[in-house]
């Protein structure tokens, strides 16, 4: 059994945040962009924010993007972090892809989700794992993952990202995709 840690508590909310054990890392740390030095939060603290906000999302966004099966929209857009609530519907896929070079964290508010992560640096098998409501994942800086909702019902995420999410690489086979996306500024009101 992994041990677990009390991270801190948030005011208004009665339940403590827990987590799993970790090294302890520097809460602000330094990731390079593409043409700039972009700070980023430790997936600690991501997994904190993810936590309080969670628990807050009562109402849908008023503004959704609609895009093969999914629905999304930014719900937090901070100088740190940035959030996104998506919508599944059943058997959607968002295929391989990494976060242009943010780490996150990925947690599950409605239904069930399978994610699956490819090590390209390492190229051994593909791992899946099957998270549902309630569940939790971090998402590294190098993670290259796909997500899909195997249904019957509808799932609803939540991702946070640190820096704040710019752009997504596909992957194709075994290499990246040269098409870098970059991700419409949608922020729910």
Do not use: K
Request: hydrophobic residues 35%.
């Amino acid at each position: 059994m992994q041990p677990w840690t009390v991270i801190g508590t948030q005011s208004g909310l009665e339940q403590a945040v827990r987590m799993p054990s970790v090294p302890p890392t520097t809460p602000l740390t330094r990731a390079i962009g593409a043409d700039r030095v972009r700070p980023r939060l430790s997936i600690r603290t991501l997994f904190f924010i993810a936590s309080g906000l969670a628990q807050s999302i009562i109402d849908p966004p008023d503004s959704w993007v609609t895009e093969d099966g999914r629905r999304y929209a930014r719900v937090r857009d901070r100088l740190l972090y940035d959030a996104w609530l998506i919508e599944w519907s059943p058997t959607s896929t968002l295929g391989l892809h990494d976060h242009g070079g943010s780490q996150g964290v990925l947690t599950v508010l409605r239904g069930q989700l399978v994610e699956t992560r490819r090590d390209a640096r390492r190229r051994e098998r593909d791992e899946t794992q099957t998270l549902r409501a309630g569940d939790a994942t971090p998402v590294q800086m190098a993670c290259v993952h796909a997500v899909s909702n195997p249904g019957p019902e509808v799932a609803v995420s939540l991702h946070l990202y640190s820096p704040p999410l710019r752009t997504t690489n596909f992957v194709t086979g075994e290499e990246r995709s040269p098409n870098r996306i970059t991700l419409p500024s949608v922020t729910a009101r």
